[in-house]
């Protein structure tokens, strides 16, 4: 009868303690096996000229776990954080590594706006907002003052006529003509100004390689007669060119 009760007495007992234990053996399964899926390698491609953007994913990702990590939600982040961002690749690669492959875009002009200027990208991202321009970089003159109070930094402006010229001013400087200004006047005139007082002209009316492919020609034959031109108007059917 004692030992009756005794055993009784035991089974309470576990049946007290087990969901306890229960409880305390999963807790402790969960942080190990969230420990063993923590982000400990960051394997990073990419050119890091512009910040120290290692630091910047070594802060984000390390210790994330890699169980609860979306790739496209932190590639998604990535970019609309950091405006000089292109492209960015996240991978896992279980139990604790990340590699990361990423793209900085390169400054390719500024524009004037209401309190200063904007740095752009080539496919017209603002990558930074300065009072001031010290960047050796084109400068485009658009024929309304971008307004700053409506724009910021990571921002698009989405104007066809400002996406073409930034088209051409990687084709010009292609061609190793140095470009200080840019005046978008109008629809039917982008007026690119070259050093030594010669200008290029351009249409966003007009398809960018009918207008293009014929510069080059043209420079090659006024390099071999040794002439310099005023200007090139390549807006019509035939190009126009003023000595």
Request: glycine letters at 2%.
């Amino acid at each position: 009868m004692r030992q009756k009760k005794l055993f009784q007495s035991f089974f309470r007992l576990l049946k007290k303690i087990s969901p306890l234990f229960l409880f305390f053996l999963f807790l402790f399964s969960f942080l190990c096996i969230y420990h063993f899926f923590q982000v400990k390698v960051i394997e990073i491609k990419g050119e890091f000229s512009l910040i120290d953007f290692k630091s910047v994913l070594a802060n984000r990702l390390k210790n994330k776990n890699l169980l609860f990590l979306s790739e496209k939600e932190e590639e998604k982040k990535i970019k609309n954080n950091y405006p000089y961002v292109e492209e960015v690749f996240i991978k896992k690669s279980f139990p604790d590594k990340i590699f990361v492959q990423i793209k900085f875009y390169s400054p390719m002009a500024v524009i004037k706006n209401s309190q200063g200027f904007f740095i752009l990208s080539s496919d017209g991202r603002i990558l930074q907002t300065v009072r001031e321009k010290k960047v050796l970089l084109p400068t485009i003159n658009y024929y309304q003052l971008i307004n700053s109070l409506v724009y910021k930094t990571g921002d698009w402006l989405d104007f066809y006529d400002l996406k073409v010229s930034l088209k051409l001013i990687k084709k010009i400087e292609d061609l190793n003509l140095k470009i200080n200004t840019v005046d978008i006047e109008n629809e039917d005139m982008i007026s690119f100004n070259l050093n030594d007082d010669q200008e290029i002209l351009f249409t966003s009316k007009k398809e960018i390689e009918k207008q293009f492919f014929p510069i080059s020609i043209i420079l090659r034959q006024l390099k071999v007669e040794g002439r310099k031109f005023k200007r090139i108007d390549v807006r019509f059917d035939k190009p126009i060119i003023k000595f």
